[in-house]
């Protein structure tokens, strides 16, 4: 079996269990992702979220990655917000100011 | 009129509205050494340049002072100021030559009609050669970021690196908290496929 063959008939076996009670097609999967990382789920959705993070492979890596896609980001852009800030700068600032009040 | 805050913890001093109204030389020079180091974050963060960042920091003091009178204490100054400094800084990037965006169908998520996910799993392992430092790998992801489109970038910018709340950045954006959350969502997803690789 060629490995898009297997994809597609593990893709079908997965859409027919998603559709039992209690479960959640990745799509759902999808829209509840902020709230789960939010720690913001009520019980029962975040248990249902879980079920299906449990017995899906795709959504599971997908999540990793996501997560650490915006791991990446804050590190990334990660330097002291209050950085310090030249004193021609503030020189600027103040004479623009100045120059604005007359 | 009340004196207000801008740290967003609530534990900085006050800012006296009043004396910067008034022009009072010490609070004014006070308040810009207080503020102009945050600004410059921000607008560097959006601009990528720091002689762009600077002007574009002293542009947007001129329209803080300018409207000050105006700012009417029913949001947090440094809401305020934010929705100032961020309006500068896009209208700044307008101006500029455009940030190399990546087209949004390249940036959708992919399921099967059935409901289920398209994912790849593990990425392969890059080679000695491949590998990345970490400056290089920040580099790296400033240019993913920079190829979001402009309204995933700034929410991203806002709700995950200067960590604005959803309300905060809905206020500085003027958006509802629910359309801050959606485009947070999908800008989050974008990133994640831009930074395929790194992941």
Known sequence: ?102 | MNDTGTGRDGGEKPVDLSALIAGDGRAVEQFVRRESGWMAAVCQRILRDESLAHDCVQNAFVSIFRNLLAFRGDARLKTWMYRIVVNQALMDQRKRKRLREEPIDNLELEFYSDGCRVELGQSPEPSPEERLDSKQTGERVQTAIDRLPENYRIVLLLRDIEELTTAETAEVLEMTENNVKVTLHRARAALKILLEALT
């Open chain 1, 1 to 102: 079996m060629t490995e898009t063959a297997r994809r597609s008939m593990m893709s079908r076996v997965r859409g027919m269990m998603f559709k039992l009670p209690y479960m959640i097609s990745c799509v759902e999967f999808e829209d509840f992702i902020d709230s789960y990382l939010d720690d913001d789920l009520p019980p029962r959705q975040r248990r249902i979220f879980e079920m299906h993070l449990a017995l899906c492979a795709e959504c599971r890596a997908y999540l990793r990655k996501y997560k650490a896609s915006i791991e990446l980001a804050k590190s990334a852009e990660a330097e002291p917000v209050d950085v310090k800030v030249p004193e021609d700068l503030v020189r600027a600032v103040l004479a623009a100011r100045e120059g604005g009040d007359t």
